[in-house]
């Protein structure tokens, strides 16, 4: 009995404290789609420069042939600075886009995309329109967190296209969606075989007795469902990054559970006496300590969790975008979309408060984010080199708390990565084709190829140059024929299934939703408050 309850616990605080509920609240499901023109029966981009997602460099200019949803053609139709051969292109489509000037790239994959919440107050519209309006074509939901009814409804209606909405790969948290807990390993296959029954894609784990995380992963594998976990502080003792690797693990996310793993002169992370996990500042206050307590970059020990990592073929989605704050926390609260994109409800959920996940500003401080510079600082060190090894990094953002807003967030993600060392193209091989393989899509999305579907990113700036250009709010750039500065860049367009959506017009339908939310709690456009709450916006109490 006591063992039951125990483990009764770890689940609730394990799935309360890591942002799912155990009583799972769902956001107002997304409307009929009213955006997008297409699939057509050709559709013609006609000379673009093309970054394929692979890896390789820019080609162009190239026309790239859709029919339906699929690409059928890319065929290069000239060289730089000279006139196009007309004579020597692929015949006229119904609908033809003229990218000539422009890049276009993959769409991209968000590898961990939570649908908005409840207590954020996002409606599933405004989540998915902000990916959208961003190129994300593909999400990896880890945790169902509005319900795996819920989630898996919206999968369908997205595949089908009947609601502007990326593309949705279904992820269970571990224990969701059955009405008892689970307490032996023959408990954890049921539940496998239950999830796989109800159609989902994959499962996400927080923790669990190793008994019982061996015994899921195990009947995942038999299922052919795919695996992530956020290796939490309560578990992560008993089962860390490369345990669960060799249980048969396909990602890690985050990074929690690998410096756990380059421990060498001890077993147990270094908590002050007085620390407690539920006090968020404790939590992540000394998580930005933790990478310095592991084995120092190139050391053997350092080399021996690595290698083997890579010989798994393990995947880590790092999220790099989420804990930024904690290393600046201004420069986070104070992003220039939040003015116009961030709707007050969210506002107030990333404000300073004891009941809210990741809202841990009780008091920080410089200490705390000298801290967190170097703790990235090794982390970037590690991730960057298993990158370099030939480990499949990918790109996900984790937004909708700790001032990370959907789809901003995740171009933020590539500018993390790029810090990290990654080359730009090696940056969007990440948030593509690396992406794709990981979820074991890559023969139907993640790079522009012959056969694969139509998902693409078009932007009039080249990326490359300027990661900043894929924001919906563009770049600063000094125009100096006109001494005017201007804003460039932002998606233009983004095609799912060979459907064209204008990028920025969702963007507007956005900013037009937070504009609406302000005005009915009576709150002026602009800044939101931080040190106090208006008389209209509810205590964030949550």
């Known amino acids: 009995m006591r063992t039951r309850l125990t483990l009764r616990l770890l689940a609730v605080s394990l799935l309360a404290w890591l942002g799912v509920g155990i009583v799972l609240a769902q956001v107002t499901p997304a409307p009929p789609r009213a955006e997008g023109d297409g699939p057509y029966d050709r559709l013609v981009l006609r000379g673009?420069?093309?970054?394929?997602?692979?890896?390789?460099?820019?080609?162009?200019?190239?026309?790239?042939?859709?029919?339906?949803?699929?690409?059928?053609?890319?065929?290069?139709?000239?060289?730089?600075?000279?006139?196009?051969?007309?004579?020597?292109?692929?015949?006229?489509?119904?609908?033809?886009?003229?990218?000539?000037?422009?890049?276009?790239?993959?769409?991209?994959?968000?590898?961990?995309?939570?649908?908005?919440?409840?207590?954020?107050?996002?409606?599933?519209?405004?989540?998915?329109?902000?990916?959208?309006?961003?190129?994300?074509?593909?999400?990896?939901?880890?945790?169902?967190?509005?319900?795996?009814?819920?989630?898996?409804?919206?999968?369908?209606k997205s595949a089908k296209n009947e609601i502007t909405a990326p593309r949705i790969v279904a992820y269970a948290a571990f224990g969701s969606g059955w009405d008892r807990p689970i307490v032996t390993p023959e408990d954890a296959r049921e539940w496998v075989r239950f999830v796989k029954e109800k159609g989902m894609d994959g499962i996400k784990f927080f923790g669990a007795p190793p008994e019982i995380m061996k015994a899921a992963l195990d009947e995942a594998k038999r299922q052919g469902l795919g695996t992530a976990m956020h290796h939490a502080q309560l578990a992560v003792t008993r089962v860390n990054a490369l345990q669960s690797a060799t249980w048969g693990l396909g990602s890690m996310e985050h990074w929690y559970g690998l410096p756990e793993a380059l421990f060498t002169d001890r077993t147990v992370q270094h908590y002050p006496l007085d620390y407690n996990y539920l006090n968020e500042q404790d939590r992540f206050g000394q998580a930005g300590r933790l990478w310095k307590q592991a084995a120092p970059p190139y050391s053997p020990k350092w080399n021996a969790v690595m290698d083997s990592l890579l010989a798994l073929d393990f995947t880590i989605d790092p999220t790099f975008n989420i804990y930024e704050a904690s290393r600046d926390v201004m420069r986070a609260m104070r992003a220039e979309w939040h003015d116009d994109y961030t709707?007050?409800?969210?506002?107030?959920?990333?404000?300073?408060?004891?009941?809210?996940?990741?809202?841990?500003?009780?008091?920080?401080?410089?200490?705390?984010?000298?801290?967190?510079?170097?703790?990235?600082?090794?982390?970037?060190?590690?991730?960057?080199?298993?990158?370099?090894?030939?480990?499949?990094?990918?790109?996900?953002?984790?937004?909708?708390?700790?001032?990370?807003?959907?789809?901003?967030?995740?171009?933020?993600?590539?500018?993390?990565?790029?810090?990290?060392?990654?080359?730009?193209?090696?940056?969007?091989?990440?948030?593509?084709?690396?992406?794709?393989?990981?979820?074991?899509?890559?023969?139907?999305?993640?790079?522009?190829?012959?056969?694969?579907?139509?998902?693409?990113?078009?932007?009039?700036?080249?990326?490359?140059?300027?990661?900043?250009?894929?924001?919906?709010?563009?770049?600063?750039?000094?125009?100096?024929?006109?001494?005017?500065?201007?804003?460039?860049?932002?998606?233009?367009?983004?095609?799912?299934?060979?459907?064209?959506?204008?990028?920025?017009?969702?963007?507007?339908?956005?900013?037009?939703?937070?504009?609406?939310?302000?005005?009915?709690?009576?709150?002026?456009?602009?800044?939101?408050?931080?040190?106090?709450?208006?008389?209209?916006?509810?205590?964030?109490?949550?």
């Open 48 to 156: 673009g420069t093309l970054i394929d997602g692979s890896g390789a460099p820019p080609i162009g200019p190239v026309d790239i042939v859709v029919e339906g949803n699929r690409i059928v053609e890319i065929k290069n139709v000239g060289n730089p600075g000279v006139p196009i051969r007309e004579e020597d292109r692929p015949a006229a489509g119904d609908r033809e886009l003229d990218v000539h000037g422009m890049y276009v790239l993959p769409g991209f994959v968000d590898m961990h995309a939570h649908i908005g919440g409840a207590r954020q107050g996002t409606p599933a519209e405004y989540v998915f329109k902000l990916w959208m309006g961003h190129g994300v074509t593909t999400i990896r939901d880890p945790g169902s967190g509005n319900g795996l009814d819920w989630t898996l409804e919206h999968r369908e």
């Open 343 to 542: 709707l007050p409800s969210l506002w107030n959920f990333y404000r300073p408060s004891r009941r809210a996940h990741g809202s841990y500003w009780f008091y920080w401080t410089t200490e705390d984010e000298v801290a967190w510079r170097e703790n990235y600082r090794l982390w970037m060190t590690f991730i960057n080199e298993y990158k370099n090894r030939g480990g499949r990094v990918t790109t996900g953002s984790d937004s909708g708390f700790i001032y990370q807003l959907y789809g901003f967030a995740y171009i933020r993600e590539l500018e993390l990565l790029r810090e990290a060392g990654f080359h730009p193209l090696e940056v969007l091989w990440a948030a593509t084709l690396k992406g794709a393989e990981a979820l074991g899509l890559d023969d139907e999305i993640g790079s522009v190829q012959v056969g694969k579907k139509a998902d693409f990113v078009v932007v009039e700036e080249n990326p490359l140059e300027n990661l900043k250009v894929l924001y919906g709010t563009g770049a600063i750039k000094l125009n100096d024929e006109t001494g005017a500065v201007e804003r460039v860049g932002g998606v233009k367009w983004t095609i799912k299934d060979g459907i064209i959506y204008d990028a920025k017009a969702l963007l507007a339908d956005v900013r037009a939703m937070v504009a609406r939310a302000k005005a009915e709690a009576g709150l002026p456009p602009g800044p939101m408050p931080v040190e106090t709450a208006s008389p209209t916006m509810p205590p964030n109490d949550r």
